[in-house]
């Protein structure tokens, strides 16, 4: 992998979210489908507010970030593409659809269960719906996401 990529993940991986969060602003304002009858300032703060700790959270709880499981993983010889040969665009993509897979069936659990839809529900109670509805979640909701994320990675590897 890129010694860039690795040694400025923090970075990158903040680039990418504002290169597309200003995209989706933009794309918002030149093309709104709906009028807003709330005001999207405070709604704006509440909800980058929100993400904001969020992400101080998730790097205070956790001394690794995906990417470093993914090292952990890859350098003690865990997971399925440890065991079975495969070429790294392979392995990317079958990882890259076995995340999301599993990112879409915690939402439909987060749905389906009282317990986690009581924390899910931050995300659906927001009073209009944006670019910020996206990032809006209750702070246990990313703790066990995080979890889960880690989890499926160990079991992929590399």
Do not use: C
């Not at 709880?61 to 995906?66: E, K, L, Q, R, S």
């Not at 079958?94 to 599993?102: F, K």
């Amino acid at each position: 992998m890129n010694m860039f990529i690795l040694d400025n993940e923090i970075y990158v991986r903040l680039g990418f979210f504002l290169g597309i969060f200003a995209f989706m602003v933009i794309w918002e304002i030149a093309a709104p489908r709906r009028a807003f009858n709330t005001s999207k300032i405070s709604r704006w703060y509440n909800n980058i507010t929100i993400t904001f700790l969020n992400s101080v959270v998730i790097r205070l709880i956790f001394p690794v970030t995906a990417m470093g499981v993914a090292l952990i993983a890859k350098e003690r010889g865990w997971g399925i593409f440890n065991i079975f040969e495969t070429g790294d665009w392979v392995a990317g993509i079958i990882a890259i659809a076995a995340l999301d897979l599993i990112i879409y069936l915690q939402h439909v659990l987060f749905h389906r269960m009282p317990a986690f839809w009581r924390l899910h529900m931050v995300h659906h109670t927001d009073l209009a719906f944006d670019v910020t509805t996206g990032i809006r979640f209750h702070p246990i909701e990313i703790i066990l996401s995080m979890l889960i994320k880690f989890a499926v990675i160990i079991v992929l590897g590399q």
